[in-house]
Structure formats: C-alpha cells, structure tokens
C-alpha cells in the first residue's frame, strides 16, 4: 500500500521493504528501508526503471514522518510527513533530471477492529516545471485474517493520472516478513495495468 498511514515503525525499530512492477514491457524495482526514533520515522527510497527502447529512470527520495500517538481525537490519529525527492532519466546519451520538495498531513481511521481508512492530502513542488502540484491520496484496508490483509487505494498527484490499486498482504511471519501482491492501473491509460511483487521485514536494534 502506497498510502500512508498515521504511524511509524516504532522507536529503534527498523523495516525493509521492497517491490517489483511489471507494466507494458516497462519494470521497475524499488528498495525502501526505514527506521523509527522516538515519534519520527526517517526513511529512503531507491528505484530504477527500465522502459521501452532504452529509456532508464533512476529515483531516491528522503522522507521524514512525525506521528505522536498523542496526535489522535477519538478513532482518529493524524500525522504528518515531508520528502526531498530526485529523479534522472537517460537516454541514448541525453540525460534529464528533476528535484521534488513535497509535505502531507496524514490521517488513519479505524472504523472497525481490522477495517482503517487512510487519507494523505498536501502538496508537492515539481521545481522542473515551477509548479506546485496537489497530492490526495485515500485507502481502505482489512485485517481479513491474522496472517492476511486486503487493501484498495486511489493515488492522485496534480497533473498526472490517478493511481488505483489492489493488493493483497500475507505475512509468512506474523509481525515480522510480510509478501505482498498487487494490482494497479493508471485511470484514462491504456495498456498501464501492472501487477507488482514485495516484501516487507520488520525488525528492531
């Protein structure tokens, strides 16, 4: 799930997560591990995407969440987030780059026992095209069994196609290695289904 919730990983405790997409002869791969100090969690993003003849795309982003559990009214708790993000594109020996400042405010809703619902709304800079762009981003996910979570999201940044996804999370060992399997399209882009697979393992110091 690429929506954020109102949490971190806990203090000194770390996770690993990683994914790889296949969509219309284009693969992407993505490591992002993250650690938890005190109410904050600072985490990295490396990805690298190969396209149709010979395009590569190389992206790394620094991100840091604040979420106090006292940040909360009733079922709700909130949280906020900020990233430095940076891209890099090369093909046939020309290269092109972009930069991206970005902030949400985060909020997670448990509307049951295993249902939440997660909404990211902010924005983003785009400093190639001097643009602020909006992000709003919704998810819905449910604890269907203790070992097993479904999830359904909508992703949306100004300017570009909304996300929609589907994915299924099963943790192999409860609480500590999840594998995940997912299902997106780009809304209104033809031939932009994909299917991705990851991971996730969680951890402490």
């Given at each position: ?26 693969h992407?791969?993505t ?16 990805s ?39 891209s ?9 780059s ?49 070992r ?9 940044q ?48």
């Open positions: 799930m690429s929506t954020d919730d109102a949490g971190t990983v806990g203090h000194l405790h770390y996770q690993i997560e990683g994914w790889r997409e296949a969509a219309n002869n284009q992407s791969t490591l992002a591990p993250a650690v938890g100090l005190g109410d904050f969690e600072i985490g990295l993003e490396f690298k995407t190969r396209a149709p003849e010979g395009l590569l795309m190389r992206d790394h982003a620094l991100a840091l969440k604040w979420a106090p559990a006292s940040l909360s009214l009733g079922p709700v708790r909130f949280a906020a987030k900020a990233w430095h993000a940076r890099r594109e090369s093909f046939e020996g020309e290269h092109a972009n930069q991206e400042n970005g902030a949400i405010a985060v909020a997670t809703w448990t509307l049951a026992e295993t249902i939440s619902a997660h909404l990211n709304l902010g924005l983003a800079r785009n400093r190639e095209a001097l643009r602020n762009e909006r992000v709003a981003n919704l998810a819905l996910s449910w604890a269907a069994h203790p097993a979570t479904l999830f359904a999201e909508v992703l949306h100004q300017y570009a196609p909304s996300t929609q996804a589907t994915g299924l999370r099963f943790w192999a060992v409860p609480d500590q290695f999840a594998l995940d399997l997912t299902a997106s399209r780009e809304a209104g882009v033809k031939g932009s289904r994909s299917i991705g697979l990851g991971f996730g393992w969680y951890g402490d110091f």
